[in-house]
């Protein structure tokens, strides 16, 4: 009798193992899942620069705002990044040139950011995003438009005049 329970209870104990385990077998790990740990979104694959954190602080009522974007430039030559936001004929073109083994931090030490006259986009939607360098194909991405209600995007937020002036 004793040698059956001893066979139970080691079959009840393997079963309740594999039933609590098994979940992590099948479900995918979220440190394996790529994400932007930021407010803005990253793009790979769009030619030999990468855009890190790109996002758009706009005025209160939309109707303009602020690209920032740090750009990397990893080769041995200068290159172009072409942005254009929003989609058809209304999509506003932007450029800009990165020299060689060099990052350009947009809104940050020291860089202005890209002021974006005519975004007709609120704080809290997406607005599409194609960025594109080299050779390649280049990326289509929802950017995020975030407004200044947090301390440190309130000075990237375009003033009146900035918008006014163009």
Do not use: W
Not at 121 to 129: K, N, R
């Amino acid at each position: 009798m004793n040698s059956r329970r001893l066979i139970a209870s080691i079959a009840v104990g393997a079963a309740l193992a594999l039933g609590t385990t098994g979940c992590s077998m099948i479900s995918p790990q979220a440190t394996t899942i790529e994400y932007s740990a930021a407010e803005g979104v990253n793009v790979y694959d769009n030619g030999p620069l990468d855009v890190r954190n790109a996002f758009i602080v706009a005025n209160e009522d939309g109707s303009a705002g602020n690209f920032v974007a740090a750009i990397v430039n990893d080769t041995d030559e200068s290159h172009t990044l072409r942005i254009e936001l929003g989609e058809g004929s209304s999509s506003i073109p932007l450029t800009v040139r990165v020299p060689a083994k060099t990052t350009i931090s947009l809104g940050a030490d020291g860089e202005d950011p890209i002021l974006v006259e005519d975004l007709d986009t609120p704080a809290g939607a997406d607005i599409p995003g194609y960025f594109q360098s080299g050779d390649a194909e280049g990326t289509l991405i929802p950017v995020p438009v975030l407004d200044g209600e947090l301390p440190y995007l309130a000075p990237l937020v375009p003033s009146v005049a900035e918008a006014t002036e163009g």
